[in-house]
Each structure stands twice: as C-alpha cells, then as structure tokens.
C-alpha cells in the first residue's frame, strides 16, 4: 500500500466509524450542508500562510524529499483559496431525519515547494481561533474537490474515512471518485438510500454512545467537536494547534495510510 506523509494532530474527527441492525429510511436527496464562510476561509488562509508555518512547511518537505531535498524545497508558498474537506457524517449513518451525507472536518490549503512538491495544509477552528492542526504531503484533497466538480457539478464531495474513499453525492446519487470508491458502491454509484443502508451496516454499532466506542476499542467513532451554525467546525482536537507545534518542531513526521492498492 502506499503511504502519504503527515505531520503530527491528525483530528479527533477523522476516526473510524463502524453496524446498525436496523438502518433508518434515508432521504431521496442528498441535503447540502451549508458551506465555510467567507471570514473562516479567510481565517483558514492566513493560519496557513503565516510565517511560522511556512517555516514549518520548509522543514517538513525538506525532511520528506530526502537527501538534497532541503536545498530544493527553498521557500514554500499557499497557493489558491482553501478547499472543504467533508467526511462521512455519523448522523447520516445514524439515520437522523436531514442529517447530510457528510460534515466538514476542516479546511484545506495547498502549500507548493519551490521544487514543485505539494502538501495539504489543514486548518481547524478551535478554542483559540482557526489554527494549522496537521500537514499531509501530496494533493489529494484538492485533486477529489476538482474531480467531484467535474462529475457533478454543485455535488458535495466527501470521504468516508474508514476505508479512504473518495465521493461526490447529490440528486439523490453518491457517485465515485476513487478506486476504493468504486469497490463500495460500483463504477456508476449508487442511490443515496442504498449508501446509507450500506454505512449503517458497517458502522452504525460504532457510532459515538455505542459499546463499542465506550470500550475504546481502535476504529471508534469518535464525537468530533460542535460544528457552528454556519456548519463550520466550532473546535478541533484539543490543543491541535500546540501539539502540532511541537510534534514538527523536532520534526516528528509520521506517515499514514491513504489509499489503498488495487487487488
């Protein structure tokens, strides 16, 4: 399998999910959850570009190109507007009448390398204001956003965590956007009600209040932070922005799986 390099404080949201006995009707369209507002993603921007963080950024790509990578990665740079990145929501899975399909979990920035290299920087509201709660090398986030516009337009792209699959849903449809994607609901998606039937299955005896979750067993869906009424997320994992801080100071990277092999 590959893997793709992260800097330490991967969110609290991100953990798994996991079977409902009885899944509740969903409903025959794809609700669209509200989207970031103008001063977040302005906020999100700027905890991204911010000096610090670009210094973060130039320790992190040259630690992850290898020798002579430092003298190449030079000064990195946030290019663009931040993207959303949604995740399958656990009141979806619950069946909860209007829940949307997916949450967002945090935003995302793209940092370039002066070689030309790419990373996400994340960007997470939290009890200080929006900070930089991980970096993740490569392009993933922005790539499904441009993918998922180009298969429905006005969709709304998420990522069901548990298994790395990339989607886009809306009319009543949740299509594919990757090959993890396509080994869950088929090269041409499947009915909304179909996908809810489908994650109530796998994970809904995981949902936060479960057994499950209460053993603190690997895999638990954990309750991420209250979203804002603007659907942006009111806080990130504790003290993100500080363990962030300290894991790349000494360079703590680690690396996490993304995408898995075919076959």
């Known amino acids: 399998m590959t893997k793709r390099a992260t800097a330490a404080a991967v969110l609290a949201a991100t953990a798994l999910l996991g079977p409902a006995p009885h899944a509740a009707a969903a409903p025959a369209a794809v609700p669209q959850p509200p989207a970031a507002g103008a001063e977040d993603r302005a906020a999100a921007a700027r ?24 003298a190449a990665a030079g000064q990195p740079r946030i290019e663009g507007e931040p993207v959303e990145v949604r995740h399958l929501s656990p009141d979806f899975v619950a069946g909860r009448p209007g829940a949307p399909v997916s949450r967002l979990e945090f935003l995302a920035g793209r940092a370039v390398a ?13 009890g200080s204001g929006w900070e930089v709660v991980n970096i993740a ?81 690997a895999g638990g869906y954990d309750e991420a932070a209250p979203a804002r009424p603007d659907g ?32």
Do not use: C, H
Not at 232 to 253: F, K, Q, Y
């Open 47 to 70: 905890a991204a570009g911010a000096p610090d963080n670009l210094a973060v950024l130039a320790r992190f790509f040259a630690r992850e190109g290898g020798p002579g990578a430092a």
């Open 232 to 263: 942006t997320p009111a806080a990130a994992a504790g003290a993100a922005g500080a363990a962030l801080a300290a894991a790349l100071g000494v360079l703590a990277v680690r690396r996490r799986r993304l995408r898995r092999r075919t076959g």
């Open 137 to 217: 090398d490569g392009d993933d986030e922005f790539r499904y956003a441009r993918l998922g516009a180009e298969r429905m337009p006005g969709g709304t792209v998420f990522r069901e965590p548990q298994i790395d699959a990339w989607y886009v849903a809306g009319g009543g449809r949740v299509l594919p956007l990757d090959e993890d994607a396509v080994r869950a609901v088929g090269e041409r998606g499947t009915a909304l009600a179909a996908y809810r039937a489908r994650v109530a299955a796998a994970y809904g005896d995981k949902l936060p209040g479960s057994a499950y979750a209460r053993d603190g067993r």
């Open 114 to 126: 002066a070689d030309g290299r790419q990373a996400a920087v994340w960007t997470a509201r939290t």
